[in-house]
């Protein structure tokens, strides 16, 4: 076999062939490469090696022609058919020289991410995951062509034919899902299932999408054994009857044929009913296919029956949000899924709803209540500003799920108000869906329409009013607390004061030092600005879920209250160093000095007040005083923990045992950066050099050859 290796891979590299094949593939490789890593600043290859496999349908078909067909063309077969080495050998003698010309270009992508790295953090289990895929998909590609080659003595008709064979491979996933959307009946779900075997790219795009899916791997595998052992009978056949016994080894090739089909599909099916935990591992760098301690947590304690539908066919569901809720399955005897689909049964969602969810949204269900999660809701979306186009940015399944299972368990929902009338800032969306995450109902409550605030809600949101409350409203609001009502307190920086909010923030004995907060040591703020605080955490039921880490709350005031008081209990929640102090004149924010009249720290910007109310009850109160830390942009500093801080505040005020909170999860770690002169020398070095050369060593190994 080692002799039949050299000399077939000699071949390729003292013809143009392999030089061809090495510089397509780097040159189509080094464009995708340029375009998504060096100049998008993309954090993973996957990009990369999903938009260039579509060349094997091209470049393998001309790789692989030659390699029996035009020794059949030429007779030379006849040496093979009566040498004295087996069939085995002679095929896997040329197959293992075609996977290493695959292999070079395979090995340099690979040393790719070692570079990358140095630019920022990267996704190195996808980038990776996605290479092995991307390698075995070439690797069973030319299989088929081996096979292909094997069968006629034409090296057109070969390359033809597996050039057929693979893009109907490459386009059977789009074909299976127009006919599982297309039909309803019996023969069209198992027809889809039967053309799901030939979905030759389905599983590389399994590997590059954040898993390991050993089902995926299993399947090239054995799909390429299948392909060599057809090949040798397809050669062995001709071999036997050279010797006169072609009806004995005929009887023989279908036989065993069958018989090694039967046993790879068992292998795949097997190990398609093992448990997902055993069979797909989440490789992406933040886990964000993986169930979090608080969801598992929360599964653990269910002891009611809950149903999950799925709004949709199996053939077009969601693989992540599938993945999802086996995990979640998995974890609870009490909660089942189901896919309904939409076709067959399109009023299903009448029984639970009026308006029709869109596909794939699920429809939760317990004994007493129900909610849907329609899907459009299961993936955070942002606006590119340099496209004018929504992009998906991160996974919210996990979250969404969670939050549903409590809500159809919980008998009662508590209510907030978010007041407004007062020049508020407005939530962002993100934040909004994060209080019904938690299973909190919100509504928008303007104080000069009611004559008090209604006692059916648990408590009140202010969120940094810039003009004053009138007299009347802080009676409202003193009154509705005294009934043991709870409060999201946000002041915010104004021009003018505000003395009316200032006597809600004295109901619980707060007051806000004058000036806004400039922190001097390096370890409590943001690179850019000393106004852009990165506190301490301190430890309550309220931080927990961000315990020993940061969040990021700039241009924040500080609380004064009375540490001592007997009548209120103070709890801070996030604290400056010493080092900081209050910058009473900020006309010119760059100015970071300190002038003699500037209050020193350290400063209490986040707190947490209970004080007695009538009947025995007690009020609570949550005082942030910075309304920047609850913005988008203020959570991407730290991803997720401004988000994670104020889910638990709010479950806190809700008086909540558990919050089941689980902010949504970003596709992105952050983007490569590189300087231009780097991005340029490499690309020129991908997209040119390393194609050229090989395409100009290819001209002089031929042009050599000729002349001989």
Request: charged share 20%; net charge negative; with cysteine.
């Amino acid at each position: 076999m080692a002799a039949i290796y050299k000399r077939e891979l000699r071949s390729y590299f003292r013809t143009f062939i392999g030089w061809l094949f090495l510089a397509v593939t780097f040159f189509l490789l080094g464009i995708y490469f340029t375009v998504y890593n060096l100049l998008s600043g993309y954090p993973t290859i996957s990009y990369v090696l999903q938009s260039a496999v579509f060349l094997f349908i091209v470049t393998i078909p001309i790789l692989t022609m030659r390699s029996l067909a035009e020794e059949r063309k030429n007779r030379t077969d006849q040496l093979i058919l009566t040498a004295p080495v087996s069939v085995v050998q002679v095929v896997l003698g040329k197959y293992f020289a075609l996977i290493t010309i695959l292999a070079i270009p395979t090995v340099l992508i690979g040393l790719t991410p070692v570079a990358l790295m140095q630019a920022g953090e990267f996704q190195i289990g996808i980038s990776y995951t996605s290479l092995l895929g991307f390698f075995l998909y070439g690797c069973l590609a030319m299989a088929i062509g081996l096979f292909i080659s094997s069968t006629t003595e034409s090296v057109v008709i070969s390359a033809v034919l597996s050039l057929v064979v693979l893009f109907v491979g490459y386009i059977m996933s789009g074909l299976c899902n127009i006919l599982s959307m297309g039909s309803t009946s019996v023969f069209s779900e198992y027809l889809v299932k039967v053309l799901q075997v030939f979905d030759l790219v389905g599983r590389f795009d399994d590997l590059c999408s954040g898993y390991l899916e050993l089902q995926s791997v299993v399947y090239y595998l054995t799909f390429i054994v299948f392909m060599l052992f057809v090949t040798v009978q397809s050669i062995q056949k001709r071999r036997y009857s050279v010797s006169g016994k072609g009806v004995r080894l005929g009887a023989y090739s279908v036989s065993g044929i069958v018989l090694l089909g039967v046993l790879l599909v068992a292998a795949n099916i097997g190990l398609s009913m093992l448990p997902e935990k055993y069979t797909s591992f989440d490789v992406t760098a933040n886990k964000v296919y993986t169930l979090t301690e608080d969801t598992k947590k929360m599964l653990a304690g269910v002891d009611r029956d809950v149903a999950i539908y799925v709004l949709a066919d199996e053939g077009s569901k969601d693989t992540d949000l599938d993945k999802t809720l086996q995990q979640v399955d998995s974890l609870s005897k009490h909660i089942s899924v189901s896919y309904i689909s939409p076709v067959s049964n399109p009023k299903f969602y009448y029984n639970y709803t009026q308006e029709q969810p869109s596909d794939n949204s699920l429809i939760v269900v317990s004994d007493t209540n129900s909610t849907v999660v329609d899907y459009n809701d299961i993936y955070v979306t942002e606006l590119d500003y340099s496209t004018y186009q929504s992009k998906i940015t991160g996974y919210d399944g996990e979250g969404q799920i969670a939050s549903a299972i409590s809500y159809v368990l919980t008998d009662e929902i508590p209510l907030f108000y978010v007041i407004t009338g007062h020049n508020e800032l407005d939530f962002e969306e993100s934040f909004l869906n994060a209080i019904t995450k938690e299973n909190v109902r919100y509504e928008i409550l303007e104080l000069y329409t009611v004559d008090s605030i209604p006692e059916d809600a648990e408590g009140i949101i202010i969120n940094a009013p810039t003009t004053d409350f009138s007299a009347d409203d802080v009676k409202k609001v003193t009154d509705f607390l005294q009934k043991g009502k709870n409060a999201l307190l946000v002041p915010t920086w104004t021009e003018e004061s505000l003395p009316n909010f200032e006597k809600i923030l004295d109901y619980y004995g707060v007051s806000l030092v004058d000036g806004m907060i400039v922190e001097q040591d390096r370890n409590y703020y943001y690179t850019q600005s000393p106004y852009y605080l990165i506190p301490s955490v301190q430890y309550d039921t309220v931080t927990e879920k961000i315990n020993g880490q940061h969040v990021f709350a700039p241009f924040a005031k500080g609380l004064v209250y009375d540490e001592e008081s007997e009548d209120i209990h103070y709890t801070p929640l996030l604290k400056t160093s010493e080092s900081a102090f209050s910058k009473k004149d900020i006309s010119d924010v760059s100015d970071y000095k300190k002038a003699a009249d500037d209050e020193q720290g350290p400063f209490v910007i986040s707190l947490k007040a209970e004080r007695s109310a009538d009947d025995g009850k007690e009020t609570k109160a949550v005082i942030v005083a910075t309304e920047s830390l609850f913005t988008g942009d203020a959570d991407a500093i730290f991803p997720g923990n401004n988000m994670k801080l104020f889910g638990s505040i709010i479950s806190d005020l809700a008086e909540y045992e558990q919050s089941v909170s689980i902010p949504a999860k970003s596709y992105d770690i952050g983007f490569l950066s590189f300087n231009a002169q780097i991005s340029l020398m490499a690309g020129i070095l991908a997209v040119i050099v390393l194609p050229l050369g090989c395409l100009i060593t290819g001209l002089v190994v031929w042009l050599k050859r000729r002349k001989k």
